[in-house]
């Protein structure tokens, strides 16, 4: 079945301080949001692409406008619209215009521009092996905790203290594009309007919507070139994967 991929980039992206949004944030001298659609594009499983962005941002739709002539060179549908307060509001807004006859999505973030083919390939190959929703993930290197407001018994100081300690064998560090059966990912989002806003606040990506569901979510492997550029750190290490001999 054919399939559209919903590009989010509507964040605001402060984490970075570069003062823009993120999506316009140049990484060796090209915009993010360009260098995923140009991922994207190259990946040929694209029949649609649609971009949230952030509305009334002139550049963000200049970048776009580059895009979408790349994209129907390639012979792929090209959509834009306008993202929401919340992430799932953007993928929201991008559902609701994929076009006729698209069965299958993915969800990617603009802010993993570095994503390699082989991640959508193997997202697409489980969808077409039987899989309503499939993510790609890593094996957890750090321990990880679970924590919770505490204070230190001499001075009262304001600090955290651990509550838990999940086995790191069973953990997996979750990227994106995510991949679902576009029937299951709208009913999921139909299913999420009868949450409450803590519980949406609390939905941190696509699956979780899925997961709430029932329906099982299966698991491929990621990539450390699809890390998420969040910090000025992320930013050093995406130029130097995108120009270095590790590309
Ligand atoms: O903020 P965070 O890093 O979790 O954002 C992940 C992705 O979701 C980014 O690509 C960002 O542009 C996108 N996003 C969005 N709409 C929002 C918030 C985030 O499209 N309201």
């Known amino acids: 079945g054919s399939c559209a991929v919903v590009i989010v980039a509507a964040g605001s992206g402060q984490r970075l301080g570069f003062g823009v949004p993120k999506a316009r944030v140049p990484l060796a001298g090209q915009p993010m949001l360009l260098l995923a659609i140009r991922g994207v594009i190259k990946t040929g499983v694209a029949a649609q692409i649609c971009v949230a962005i952030t509305a009334d941002d002139p550049e963000l739709a200049v970048i776009c406008a580059s895009g979408a002539h790349e994209a129907l060179a ?5 959509s834009v619209v306008d993202g929401g307060a919340e992430r799932s509001d953007s993928v929201a807004a991008a559902l609701a215009v994929v076009a006729q006859g698209v069965e299958t999505v993915m969800i990617h973030d603009a802010a993993r521009p570095l994503t390699p083919s082989g991640v959508f390939h193997r997202v697409a190959g489980a ?5 309503k929703a499939v993510i790609p993930a890593l094996a957890v290197v750090d321990t990880i905790k679970t924590v919770e407001p505490a204070q230190l018994p001499a001075t009262g100081a304001g600090v955290e203290k651990v509550v838990g300690t999940p086995a790191r064998q069973v953990l997996r560090a979750v990227q994106t594009p995510q991949g679902f059966k576009l029937a299951t990912l709208r009913q999921a989002h139909a299913h999420a309007l009868t949450l409450t806003p803590s519980e949406l606040a ?32 992320d930013l050093l290490l995406a130029e130097a994967l995108l120009e270095g001999p590790l590309r």
């Open 74 to 78: 390639a012979g792929i549908l090209f």
């Open 127 to 131: 969808l077409r092996d039987g899989a």
């Open 202 to 233: 609390a939905i941190t990506d696509d699956a979780m919507m899925v997961e709430a569901l029932g329906e099982e979510v299966f698991v491929v492997q990621g990539s450390t070139h699809s890390l998420k550029i969040t910090s000025p750190t």
